[in-house]
């Protein structure tokens, strides 16, 4: 099969090459009966992948290997009691393995992929969309009525975060850099936006009433302590990621002063051990996808090459993506 390899650690520019290597095999993964083999259409490249080319995230196998955690495609195979069937259109979380024409996959993180989502939104929907949903729900404990403010709104997770909050409802508020970027968040649904390099804790404070309940916050960086100055009593930030680079301090007397929380919310470490979790978000986000809340927004693709691949992984390095940047593989 073709797939595009990390050979080694020098960057999005360099890193990449083009490999012939054999179909995985269902037993490539150690679960019991194997993992669900996909014929892969489409694959999501993500923040952890430009990380991977430069050995700076935190799995990291020994070059070269395949990358790409998520893609989505037809099964060609599957363990017994899957519940999958060959033929079945698919969302997959191979977790590495996914720029190339064929992955293998848990069958707890393989899901039906609705006919409402075409191959480059179901390429996008595993790891933004279940992200979001346990960040909002399980660790923010977001409540319908309460209003949530999106950092990175026009990003993968952050276009998530927007859709998925409105659909349990909730109001959002989406931080942006870019008026182009604002269109990508109102197009995800957001309610109110508000300008990253303007005066957007006091508009939010103001939007919001007071302080708003939930930030959710992918980005990190020197914005940290405005989020928190931006809630409202009881309020509750969620960390997410750290897109801009550094990771944010916190003097914790802020936490005292109108009895706030902040919460880490890390959904593929929790979620690893957890099928049963991992089924019950994919029928909540498959409830949103049918009453119309969920459309992952694809912001650019790009053939499986090597130069489409470091094109794409540049794209997010340079933080000039919006909405899920996506490989076309089948």
Do not use: C
Request: glycine residues 14%; negative net charge; without cysteine.
């Amino acid at each position: 099969m073709r797939a595009i390899e990390i050979f080694d650690l020098s960057g999005p520019e360099t890193a990449l090459r083009e490999a012939e290597l054999p179909e995985p095999e269902p037993s490539h993964l150690l679960t019991p009966g194997g993992g669900v083999v996909v014929e892969v259409e489409a694959a999501g490249v993500s923040f952890p992948e430009v990380l991977q080319t430069r050995g700076e995230y935190q799995v990291r196998p020994p070059p070269p290997f395949v990358p790409g955690s998520e893609v989505a495609g037809t099964v060609r195979s599957a363990p017994e009691g899957s519940d999958l069937a060959p033929g079945d259109r698919v969302a997959a979380f191979p977790m590495l393995g996914g720029f190339a024409e064929v992955a293998v996959a848990p069958a707890f993180l393989t899901f039906p992929l609705p006919d409402a989502l075409d191959w480059r939104q179901g390429a996008g929907l595993i790891l933004n969309y279940h992200t979001a949903w346990f960040a909002l729900v399980v660790r923010g404990r977001m409540r319908a009525g309460e209003t949530v403010l999106v950092h990175g709104a026009a990003g993968g997770v952050g276009t998530a975060s927007i859709q998925v909050a409105k659909g349990l409802g909730a109001r959002t508020i989406a931080v942006v850099s870019s008026g182009a970027k604002e269109d990508v968040a109102r197009a995800a649904g957001a309610e109110e936006v508000v300008r990253s390099d303007g005066e957007w804790r006091e508009e939010a404070k103001e939007l919001s009433g007071g302080g708003v309940d939930l930030v959710l916050d992918p980005v990190g960086g020197d914005r940290f302590t405005d989020s928190l100055r931006s809630l409202a009593e009881g309020g509750r930030l969620v960390v997410v990621g750290f897109t801009a680079g550094s990771i944010p301090e916190v003097k914790v007397n802020r936490l005292l002063l109108n009895n706030t929380e902040v919460i880490g919310a890390g959904w593929g470490a929790y979620v690893i051990s957890k099928p049963d979790l991992n089924g019950k978000i994919a029928a909540e986000l498959a409830r949103l996808i049918d009453a119309g809340a969920v459309r992952p927004i694809v912001g650019a693709s790009f053939p499986l090459t090597v130069a489409g691949a470091s094109e794409a992984l540049r794209l997010i390095d340079g933080r000039g993506a919006t909405g899920k940047v996506v490989l076309d593989v089948g």
